[in-house]
């Protein structure tokens, strides 16, 4: 496997495993050509020194898998950096092999070169087999999360 920074030729193959997914299925519109809006979100992730999109390719140059990384500066913490991993996703033929722990396992390292003293992430309470997943890894639930949609 390898990681890289996503590129524009990209964005087609990530939006198309972001909605390949129950859940992604209802937030996302995948079409040929996608809505400008994913350009535009793509755009604005380009220009965010504290945004990593990466793709996860396979031997032959595939694009196996996705995930965003979020840096986040903030003053508690003497001033630290929080990490934030969210939209992972593996191609569904590549489920199961432990794609996924290699993913975050990456994504541990990166953080911690980054200088982030924690990273976090949040998962749908529809999806307690992620949980399981995560608290394997050594995630702990520490907070309760709450979210206001617009």
């Avoid at 755009?43 to 031997?59: F, G, R, S, Y």
């Avoid at 903030?74 to 969210?86: K, P």
């Avoid at 980054?114 to 907070?143: C, I, M, N, W």
């Amino acid at each position: 496997m390898h990681f890289r920074k996503a590129k524009i030729a990209d964005l087609d193959a990530i939006i198309a495993l972001l909605a390949d997914d129950p859940l992604g299925k209802k937030r996302e519109q995948y079409e040929d050509p996608l809505p400008s809006c994913y350009h535009e979100a793509f755009a604005n992730i380009q220009q965010d020194k504290n945004q990593e999109l990466m793709v996860i390719e396979n031997a032959q140059a595939s694009i196996i898998g996705t995930l965003q990384l979020s840096f986040i500066p903030y003053l508690t913490y003497r001033g630290g950096v929080r990490a934030q991993i969210e939209a992972v996703r593996i191609h569904k033929e590549y489920r199961g092999q432990g794609i996924g722990r290699q993913v975050f396992e990456w994504a541990i390292q990166r953080a911690k070169i980054r200088g982030a003293h924690l990273l976090q992430l949040t998962t749908d309470k529809k999806r307690p087999d992620a949980k399981a997943f995560y608290e394997q890894l050594g995630f702990v639930a520490s907070h309760e999360g709450m979210k206001l949609h617009f």
